[in-house]
């Protein structure tokens, strides 16, 4: 018999995480809003029961481990926190966990998924990857954690395509830096078409899942395409 998620007492929890989701991004930009967080929670899950098809059963993604940690993935998100608050995820997010089990959710903390997704949202970030590979200080953990992967690639897959374009444009305005520049003006390096030609036709190819990767091709593509017109509609191409 196939096991129903979300029980009644998964639930709770989930329902607390989106509360809390909720009220702390309508402090945040359009580009890092509480509708993103949305998309990367649906995506997450989708990648998780896709991947779960392939996998034995004991190597089965935790589903609300997955969706916590998309709901929180940007709670403290370090462009919009103190470097305080976001210095100790599973310190910050500990009174939440013991709310939500004194509510009649599951005891997170006992059981031990309370220090996973606090690790998870601790890993989320492009930057952090790629601090910690240059580091060498990427662990097996991190190559190997499907929880990890799933929630990492459904929020990159927000950052590429149409989502992303959009995204890229609102955080840019967000913080009063050119959409875009001529090659050789001061304000390139931080302008939003710059952006992309640093990072986010990188994200394709550090995709962890199948199904993101898959995913991602159609996204990429658009995103190529739109670079592409950009620069054909700055050289007035005819």
Request: contains cysteine; glycine residues 4%; aromatic residues 6%.
């Amino acid at each position: 018999m196939a096991v129903v998620y979300p029980t009644s007492e998964e639930a709770v929890v989930v329902a607390a995480a989106e509360e809390l989701m909720v009220k702390t991004m309508a402090r945040y930009d359009p580009s890092h809003d509480a509708f993103h967080v949305q998309r990367v929670r649906k995506t997450a899950l989708k990648l998780a029961r896709t991947v779960s098809e392939t996998l034995p059963e004991d190597k089965q993604p935790d589903l609300l481990t997955i969706e916590l940690a998309a709901l929180l993935h940007d709670v403290l998100d370090k462009k919009y926190v103190s470097a305080q608050d976001a210095a100790d995820p599973y310190a910050f997010f500990l009174p939440f966990f013991e709310s939500a089990a004194s509510k009649g959710g599951p005891d997170l903390v006992k059981d031990g998924r309370a220090r996973l997704i606090t690790r998870i949202i601790e890993n989320v970030s492009w930057s952090t990857e790629k601090k910690l590979t240059a580091s060498g200080k990427i662990e097996e953990w991190h190559k190997e954690c499907v929880e990890l992967h799933c929630v990492q690639d459904a929020d990159r897959l927000d950052a590429i395509g149409a989502f992303g374009v959009m995204r890229c444009a609102a955080y840019s305005a967000a913080t009063n830096h050119a959409l875009h520049t001529p090659d050789d003006h001061p304000a390139r390096e931080s302008s939003a078409i710059q952006h992309f030609h640093d990072k986010l036709v990188h994200i394709k190819g550090r995709l962890k899942t199948t199904p993101g990767k898959k995913l991602a091709e159609r996204r990429h593509k658009l995103m190529l395409d739109f670079l592409q017109a950009v620069e054909e509609e700055y050289e007035v191409q005819l």
